[in-house]
T-cell receptor, first 110, second 115 residues
């Protein structure tokens, strides 16, 4: 069983649609990160959320940390083909090691 | 120029061969990591180093070794490659000043195929 469960595993949508992907755990975390990985490249940090209930916005992307700091969501408004990629959530488990979820692979069709 | 670079970007080798993957960074970070990525399994930590004299095993270190030659350089070796080591390999760095969050900065990856 993975520490972080991401859902859905795969999502294919049309340009202009909205979507939400999730990162869930039974553990409590002091912070959580979201990364995006495009084909042929390494993951790139999008955001770090720290406070329970925190909401952060990055253009059309909205990130929320659950009140209990066990889960997080990423909402994309009016998805564009450039949003295509693998979205990974990650947490610092202490000892300065970062654990990653398996990711949600998003494909946005033009 | 990229802050974290990896060489080679692609490598095909045969079972039993020794291979080294190299990573260099210009971010000035003291912490460096090696991960492998397999479909459906996400990123798994192989080794990590917090300083030139510090080497730590991650969750899947068997069959791998590392060397931290300088603060900016961290290399990963497969002493005797086997087919199930076929994967994408990523080097990453993090800044100890952001230690509470341990945000990772990745290189572009090396695609390794072991035949």
């Amino acid at each position: 069983t993975q520490l972080l469960e991401q859902s859905p595993q795969f999502l294919s949508i049309q340009e202009g649609e909205n979507l939400t992907v999730y990162c869930n755990s039974s553990s409590v975390f002091s912070s959580l990160q979201w990364y995006r990985q495009e084909p042929g490249e390494g993951p790139v940090l999008l955001v770090t959320v720290v406070t329970g209930g925190e909401v952060k916005k990055l253009k059309r992307l909205t990130f929320q940390f659950g009140d209990a700091r066990k889960d997080s969501s990423l909402h994309i408004t009016a998805a564009q083909p450039g949003d295509t990629g693998l979205y990974l959530c990650a947490v610092n488990t202490g000892g300065f090691k970062t654990i990653f979820g398996a990711g949600t692979r998003l494909f946005v069709k033009a | 120029d990229a802050d974290v670079t990896q060489t080679p970007r692609n490598r095909i080798t045969k079972t039993g061969k020794r291979i080294m993957l190299e990573c260099s960074q210009t971010k000035g970070h003291d912490r460096m990591y090696w991960y492998r990525q397999d479909p459906g399994l996400g990123l798994r930590l192989i080794y990590y180093s917090f300083d030139v004299k510090d080497i730590n095993k991650g969750e899947i270190s068997d069959g791998y070794s590392v060397s931290r030659q300088a603060q900016a350089k961290f290399s990963l070796s497969l002493e005797s490659a086997i087919p199930n080591q076929t994967a994408l390999y990523f080097c990453a760095t993090s800044d100890h000043d952001r230690g509470l969050y341990n945000e990772q900065f990745f290189g572009p990856g090396t695609r390794l195929t072991v035949l």
